[in-house]
């Protein structure tokens, strides 16, 4: 098993929807979860962490960890346009262990 | 600061050439990554410095792999020879010890294709 499972897409939703990704992974002494957000040819960038369990607010994106499950989520409200992009879970191990990432496109 | 610097932007060779990569972290970061991107495998770490001391390499895939960092600001990810199962984007990426999760700058990447 993979220590980080996402799903890859791709996901394609209209303007204004409420968008969730999702990964799971496998250790459960993870600490720190991070979403990392790549445009088409650039680099990853972080987007969101979190500590733990619980939920992080970040205007219109949530990231949440559920460590019973070992599921982390990434929510966008209203999504917009300038949304798309690839997201990439990350989890602090020794190094950062990434998922592959879920392609998403928002459509005006 | 001007981020994480990787050059070249694109590189194309042939079967059996060595090609080298290069990367200028961001000034005052400990820790330096390279990252392997594919649509088939996603991101996978190839090696990382602290103190341009190779920590951990065990993502290298192969002898053909090579990868150094002779002083804070500079390191190189080299292929020889290469191989077309090499084409992928290359990423170089640093961060500061001093962080508790490691936000990791990544740089724009180097586009390798191997013909």
């Known amino acids: 098993q993979k220590e980080v499972e996402q799903d890859p897409g791709p996901l394609s939703v209209p303007e204004g929807a409420i968008v969730s990704l999702n990964c799971t992974y496998s250790?459960?002494?993870?600490?720190?979860f991070m979403w990392y957000r790549q445009y088409s040819r650039k680099g990853p960038e972080l987007l969101m962490y979190?500590?733990?369990?619980g939920n992080k607010e970040d205007g219109r994106f949530t990231a949440q960890v559920d460590k019973s499950s070992k599921y982390i989520s990434l929510f966008i409200r209203d999504s917009q346009p300038s949304d798309s992009a690839t997201y990439l879970c990350a989890i602090l191990g020794d190094a950062l262990i990434f998922g592959k990432g879920t392609t998403l496109s928002v459509s005006s | 600061d001007a981020g994480v610097i990787q050059s070249p932007r694109h590189e194309v060779t042939e079967m059996g050439q060595e090609v080298t990569l290069r990367c200028k972290p961001i000034?005052?970061?400990?820790?330096l990554f390279w990252y392997r991107q594919t649509m088939m495998r996603g991101l996978e770490l190839l090696i990382y410095?602290?103190?341009?001391?190779?920590?951990?390499d065990s993502g290298m895939p192969e002898d053909r792999f090579s990868a150094k960092m002779p002083n804070a600001s500079f390191s190189t990810l080299k292929i020889q020879p290469s191989e077309p199962r090499d084409s992928a984007v290359y990423f170089c990426?640093?961060?500061?010890?001093?962080?508790?999760?490691?936000?990791?700058?990544f740089g724009p990447g180097t586009r390798l294709t191997v013909l």
């Open positions: 410095f602290n103190n341009n001391v190779p920590i951990d």
């Open positions: 979190t500590y733990s369990s």
């Open positions: 250790n459960s002494a993870f600490q720190y």
């Open positions: 000034s005052g970061h400990d820790y």
């Open positions: 990426a640093s961060t500061s010890g001093q962080s508790s999760y490691n936000e990791q700058f």
